[in-house]
């Protein structure tokens, strides 16, 4: 998203100069963003690096996403916009919690992948069903196949728990004395102002909270620390199901990610 910039740890404009960098500043806060959205400029931008002869690196976090590009994008039914501004209802009616028992009923596969705070996916699973009498799960069954659409090598880095942790609330130190709190302020002065799904993203949502007057700074902070251990423990389990990972453990005297890039360097075949 443009101008979400300290909650996402953009890399910075001197990084972004020195190494070519896609699918960053593509869509505006006021908008929604997709997983076939994802794929389909993804997939753009593989084109257009070949051309060049360089290499391509695909970095992130965000497992569903990875799993996108790697294996492609389940063919699911279309977005119904009546069944699906029904069950938002239902959520601020019933409560999240709700619908998420709800989904655990009829895709208990389902329910266990998405969070129980994670609204958009929650209403996309309970609106495939409706809309097919299928529990998503099926649909994604192409999402364990293993086939890599691309010659990819993938390397994953891991840390023990606490080390994460630690290294988590770092990180929303930083966040927080680099201005996130302004930068919120910002985005929801915009004339459009930020979609339900940019509002959900973890550190803006919990800001977002404070500046409504539901919770102090200092409780905001908390959360932002809690719910990222929480998407970085469901990213986890996420991972545990990829094939043919090259993992590299890593400690918290590890080396720097200079040194790190050499090992790894050494250990694959970027020939291919």
Not at 104 to 129: F, M, T
Not at 133 to 148: D, K, L, N, T, V
């Amino acid at each position: 998203y443009r101008r979400m910039d300290i909650g996402t740890a953009k890399p910075d404009p001197q990084r972004r100069q020195a190494i070519k960098h896609h699918l960053i500043d593509v869509v505006e806060p006021s908008e929604s963003f997709s997983l076939g959205r994802y794929v389909e400029l993804a997939e753009n931008a593989i084109r257009k690096i070949k051309n060049t002869q360089s290499p391509i690196i695909a970095v992130g976090g965000t497992s569903m996403y990875i799993r996108g590009l790697l294996e492609g994008v389940f063919d699911g039914p279309g977005a119904d916009l009546q069944i699906r501004d029904k069950l938002k209802s239902q959520a601020q009616s019933d409560g999240l919690p709700a619908l998420h028992h709800r989904l655990s009923q009829i895709d208990p596969d389902a329910a266990a992948r998405i969070h129980p705070n994670d609204e958009k996916r929650i209403i996309r699973a309970l609106e495939v069903y409706e809309l097919t009498g299928q529990p998503i799960s099926s649909f994604q069954q192409q999402f364990r196949s293993g086939q890599y659409k691309y010659n990819w090598q993938i390397i994953g880095l891991r840390r023990e728990k606490e080390d994460n942790n630690h290294r988590i609330n770092q990180r929303v130190k930083r966040m927080i004395d680099m201005g996130l709190v302004e930068e919120v302020k910002s985005l929801l002065a915009e004339p459009n102002g930020l979609s339900d799904q940019a509002a959900q993203a973890v550190g803006y949502a919990e800001i977002i909270a404070h500046l409504q007057g539901l919770s102090t700074l200092d409780e905001a902070i908390e959360n932002i620390k809690i719910n990222t251990r929480r998407f970085a423990k469901s990213q986890r389990t996420w991972f545990r199901s990829f094939q043919n990972v090259n993992w590299y453990d890593l400690t918290p005297n590890d080396d720097t990610p200079e040194q790190l890039a050499e090992r790894i360097i050494k250990n694959i075949d970027i020939s291919s």
